[in-house]
């Protein structure tokens, strides 16, 4: 497989590399230089989950590692359901929060961790990622003891819910984690500092987990294919897919699976008032403001970071960018969402009802609607018992956590604290 850096077209490097880059020069993103499609036959939609994602992974991957090792990665990263929920007559929600932490980072963090070692074989490798809820505990889960890799992860102190804190912050060993005083912005410029930094990168062998590493995201794609698969066949050519975004990977993740020709209707990025992609789909304008603290905590960015593979792809397919449907969902209208969703009989958490909201408003006769499902419910414990004035359950995975103690160190957001921290804990 071949990568180019979308800041320097001509760096071109191997899946193994990008992997271990995470980043390309000037912070550039790798993409794809080919996209591959597939025979979407009878065979293709009949056959079980992992086959499926054997076929969508090895057609990017097999010439490089071997469809072999592709079906390994395959079969030990993805362990968990995805099923395809009815949540009211034109929307199913595809639940992706079945996984060891709850949330759809699942997919693409386990795939990367088993990938990362494949790659990085006897290298001492430091993953550091800022994250800005369920992408810590992910990664950590997934890390978690292998040998020769280390594993910071930078999250806003005071902007994650106690819960998915302990998720992360109460693993010790290999896993550092620190609470930076600012904002997940502020964690993701301190992040790309360290990167951009030749010496400190070396040093530490930094490479990123974050949606940004193609491993992961690569990992995302198989399951808009399971999706259409599990869609009634008569409904599968009117599907809209509405994505719940953040740092828009998911999305790309999306895009790209059309790309290969999964008969995707259209897609409609949901995002909360942090609506930076929405309000530059209507004017033109790139005009990323302050940072709004919302219910869909994970989704408060304004500064999308895979936005240029979103208009790589449109680009390099030709499909003009007014085709890409966009809403911003307010609080208010969040929640009353998730109260109609629970008035229905499925009960939800913020970051699903803002895409189900978006569905609500795009959907036109005849089509049928899938918005993600990103995390469970019980992550989103205080907001979802609030909102909805039930008691939650805790599953299993937070119950186990709800005592330990955080392990997590405090830091300005500064990139020179970052270093120092580095150098002092590493
Ligand atoms: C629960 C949840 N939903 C949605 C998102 C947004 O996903 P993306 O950053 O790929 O747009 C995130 C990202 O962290 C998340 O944790």
């Not at 007559?89 to 990367?112: M, N």
């Not at 550091?128 to 990664?139: E, I, K, M, P």
Request: aromatic share 8%; with cysteine.
């Amino acid at each position: 497989m071949e990568l180019y850096n979308l800041k320097q077209p001509g760096e071109r490097v191997n899946f193994a590399e990008a992997v271990k880059r995470g980043l390309g020069q000037e912070q550039g993103l790798f993409f794809p230089a080919s996209i591959p499609t597939l025979p979407l036959d009878e065979a293709f939609w009949q056959s079980d989950f992992l086959t499926r994602a054997e076929q969508v992974l090895g057609a990017f991957l097999a010439d490089e590692l071997g469809q072999e090792t592709v079906s390994a990665l395959v079969r030990d990263a993805f362990q968990f359901p995805l099923p395809l929920v009815p949540a009211n007559e034109q929307q199913y929600c595809l639940e992706l929060f079945h996984g060891p932490t709850l949330a759809f980072k699942d997919f693409g963090a386990r795939f990367l961790a088993r990938t990362l070692s494949l790659v990085a074989r006897d290298t001492p490798m430091t993953i550091l990622t800022a994250t800005s809820g369920d992408t810590g505990a992910a990664v950590a889960d997934a890390f978690f003891g292998l040998p020769n890799i280390q594993v910071v992860v930078l999250y806003p102190d005071g902007g994650i819910s106690e819960l998915q804190e302990k998720l992360f912050c109460t693993l010790g060993e290999n896993i550092h984690t620190v609470a930076v005083k600012g904002s997940f912005d502020d964690c993701q410029a301190m992040v790309k500092a360290a990167f951009s930094d030749a010496e400190l990168k070396a040093e530490y062998g930094l490479t990123s987990a974050n949606s940004i590493n193609i491993a992961r995201l690569l990992a995302q794609v198989v399951y808009y294919f399971e999706a259409l698969a599990q869609l009634p066949e008569e409904e599968r050519e009117q599907a809209v897919f509405a994505v719940p975004s953040g740092n828009f990977g998911n999305l790309t993740a999306g895009l790209l699976a059309k790309a290969m020709g999964a008969p995707i209707k259209r897609f409609v990025a949901a995002t909360n008032s942090n609506d930076t992609v929405p309000r530059y789909l209507q004017s033109g304008q790139w005009l990323p403001g302050p940072v709004h603290a919302t219910l869909s905590n994970a989704m408060d960015v304004t500064s999308p970071n895979n936005w240029p593979r979103v208009e790589a792809l449109f680009e390099r397919q030709h499909w003009p960018l007014s085709e890409l449907a966009a809403e911003r969902v307010s609080e208010p209208q969040t929640e009353a969402r998730l109260k109609a969703m629970y008035g229905e009989g499925y009960l939800s958490e913020p970051h699903a009802a803002v895409a189900s909201e978006a569905l609500v408003r795009q959907l036109q006769q005849g089509e049928v609607g899938v918005f993600l499902g990103t995390a469970h419910p019980a992550k989103f414990q205080g907001a979802v018992e609030q909102v909805l004035d039930i008691e939650l359950p805790l599953p299993e995975a937070l119950a186990a956590v709800q005592n330990k103690a955080i392990l997590s160190e405090s830091l300005v957001g500064e990139a020179d604290a970052l270093k120092a921290y580095l150098r002092d804990r590493l």
